[in-house]
């Protein structure tokens, strides 16, 4: 049984900075894709960026505006998939998803609900 759990969000002031974990555990393939979605309130469901577990340099969303503010990265344990957000802005408030598939990562997936098996519950994070 595939569980993505995600922590770390809450209610943060403009400016300030979050680290988001998902936390994946019962995917029995040692080789797989994790990324991070957002979707903010009245909009669809948006890619951030993903990772191949497995140690790939992360792809990020080519629209992801102020690029420079998110950081995606591993945890030692491969498992864990992390998402920093600096600076941040009214516009960042959403619930950010996990997602996984057990296939390698392509850029174009952050385009592709569809392409991603499996999904966390999400957390929400509201900037004020």
């Known amino acids: 049984h595939v569980q993505l759990v995600e922590s770390g969000g809450g209610s943060v002031q403009a400016g300030g900075s979050l680290r988001l974990s998902c936390s994946a555990s019962g995917l029995t393939d040692d080789h797989y894709c994790m990324g991070w979605f957002r979707q903010a309130p009245g909009r669809e469901r948006a890619g951030i960026a993903d990772m191949y577990v497995g140690g790939s340099r992360p792809m990020y969303h080519d629209d992801l505006r102020d690029r420079d503010r998110f950081t995606i990265f591993q945890g030692e344990d491969k498992s864990t998939l992390y998402l920093e957000i600096s600076s941040l802005k009214s516009e960042d408030t959403a619930t950010y998803y996990c997602?996984?598939?057990?296939?390698?990562?392509?850029?174009?997936?952050?385009?592709?609900?569809?392409?991603?098996?499996?999904w966390g519950q999400g957390t929400q994070v509201t900037v004020s």
């Open positions: 997602a996984a598939v057990e296939e390698s990562c392509y850029s174009w997936y952050l385009d592709r609900s569809s392409e991603w098996k499996y």
